[in-house]
C-alpha cells in the first residue's frame, strides 16, 4: 500500500502542518503518509506559503464567494477528491465542518485541540480563549488532544492527548506556547496511530 494522502485544513499559520510535513519527510510518517493538498479559508494564512514552499498545493477558498456553507464545502470535497485524499487533517481550521464533509469522509477527519478534551471544547473554544478559560479555571493541567471529527464541535471519539502542568505564573500567551510544542508532537502520533488501525 502507498502512502496515505492527507488533506489539510488550515485557518492559520501553520506549524502543525510543518510538524505533519516534517514527520512525512524524516520522522515517524515517513513513506506512510504524504500531505496531497491544503486548504484555507483564510488568504493570508502563512500555512498557504509553508505548503507551497514544500511544492503541494496550496488553496486558498473563501466561504463568502458561496452561497451557503454547505455548498463551499462541496467545494472543498471535490478539491480533496480530485487529490485522491484518504485522510483530512484539520489544523487549526476554525470553520465549522458541514455535514457533507462529514459524509463523505466518515471517521476520516481528525482535529487536533488545545485542551483536554471534553473539557474546554465547543463553540468558541479556539485558541487563546482555551487557555484563559483554563487558567481563570485554575486547573492543574492542560495539553492537547487530537479527535476524530463529527458532527459537533470538539466532539467525536478521543484518539491520542499530550499532557502538561500549569504552571503558578501562566498566563494564556505562555500556557499556549507550550500546549503548542505538544500538538507538534501529538499530531503526527495520532496521524501515524490512525494509520495502523485503517
Excluded: W
Excluded at 488553496?59 to 483530512?88: G, M, N, V, W
Amino acid at each position: 500500500m502507498g502512502a496515505c494522502k492527507l488533506g489539510v485544513l488550515l485557518s492559520g499559520g501553520g506549524t502543525n502542518l510543518q510538524a505533519i510535513l516534517d514527520s512525512c519527510e524524516t520522522g515517524l510518517l515517513r513513506s506512510k503518509a504524504e500531505v496531497a493538498i491544503v486548504i484555507s479559508n483564510k488568504e493570508d494564512a502563512f500555512g498557504l506559503a509553508r505548503a507551497k514552499q514544500a511544492g503541494i498545493p496550496a488553496l486558498h477558498l473563501d466561504p463568502k464567494q458561496f452561497p451557503s456553507r454547505t455548498e463551499y464545502f462541496a467545494k472543498i470535497i471535490s478539491e480533496l477528491k480530485k487529490h485522491e485524499i484518504s485522510l483530512i487533517c484539520l489544523a487549526g481550521f476554525l470553520l465549522k465542518i458541514e455535514p457533507n464533509l462529514i459524509r463523505e469522509f466518515p471517521k476520516r477527519i481528525l482535529n487536533i485541540h488545545p485542551a483536554l478534551l471534553p473539557k474546554y471544547g465547543g463553540k468558541g473554544m479556539y485558541g487563546h480563549f482555551v487557555h484563559e478559560a483554563v487558567i481563570r479555571a485554575g486547573e492543574k493541567e492542560s495539553g492537547c488532544t487530537v479527535h476524530i471529527v463529527d458532527e459537533e464541535f470538539d466532539h467525536g471519539p478521543i484518539l491520542a492527548q499530550r499532557k502538561i502542568l500549569v504552571l503558578a505564573n501562566d498566563r494564556a500567551d505562555t500556557l499556549a506556547e507550550r500546549v503548542l510544542k505538544e500538538e507538534h508532537i501529538l499530531f503526527p502520533e495520532a496521524i501515524a496511530q490512525y494509520l495502523k488501525k485503517i
